[in-house]
């Protein structure tokens, strides 16, 4: 009887996490927030020395993990009713890459989601200027962007793992309000 009244109890604490889910991709989906995700398993930290953007065979990739990671996201996505989504991704191959295998339409880079690991002291100019295109672009469809663990602490406070998303309310505050953490599908 005791267990019973211990689960039951355990069961009604969720149910406001699971309203506030709901409501959090109702948000996503009417365009009063967005999707902000790192990018799925890559294996390693940072990007080898002499990396170059524009060329994958010198940066740190998806592993084929990070691959079915990033399916499983264009699943839930599409699952979720986030339809036609605009995707927005750094300039990073895994970052391009996750939102490619997600399948859910054409991906768009935009510079203000780059990585700025190799460069800390560009971190206050770097999350102005997402903070900036974030307000820019057009909320007419639901909006995803993929980036770095470093960009999404640098604008949240929150250091997600490879593939967590965070849903994020529009228009941004400061600090932003995160209406959902989704962990990786």
């Not at 524009?54 to 009713?81: I, M, V």
């Not at 339809?83 to 191959?93: D, I």
């Not at 996750?98 to 510079?111: D, F």
Request: proline share 7%.
């Amino acid at each position: 009887m005791t267990r019973f009244i211990v689960l039951m109890l355990l069961a009604l604490l969720a149910l406001p996490a699971v309203a506030d889910q709901k409501s959090a991709w109702q948000a996503l989906r009417e365009g009063k927030a967005f999707l902000l995700l790192r990018h799925t398993t890559a294996p390693g930290t940072g990007d080898p020395e002499g990396f170059r953007l524009g060329d994958c065979s010198t940066q740190r990739n998806l592993s084929d993990k990070g691959r079915q990671e990033a399916k499983r996201w264009g699943r839930l996505l599409t699952g979720r009713k986030v339809e036609k989504p605009r995707l927005y991704t750094s300039n990073w191959c895994r970052a391009q890459d996750t939102a490619q295998e997600m399948g859910l339409g054409a991906v768009e880079t935009l510079s203000a989601l780059d990585s700025f690991f190799s460069d800390p002291e560009s971190q206050a100019a770097q999350t102005v200027e997402l903070r900036k295109a974030i307000d820019k672009v057009p909320k007419d469809r639901p909006v995803v962007m993929v980036s770095h663990q470093v960009n999404i602490k640098a604008l949240t406070g929150i250091s997600p793992k490879n593939g967590e998303g965070l849903i994020i309310e529009l228009p941004l505050a400061d600090p932003p309000k995160v209406l959902a953490h989704i962990a990786p599908p």
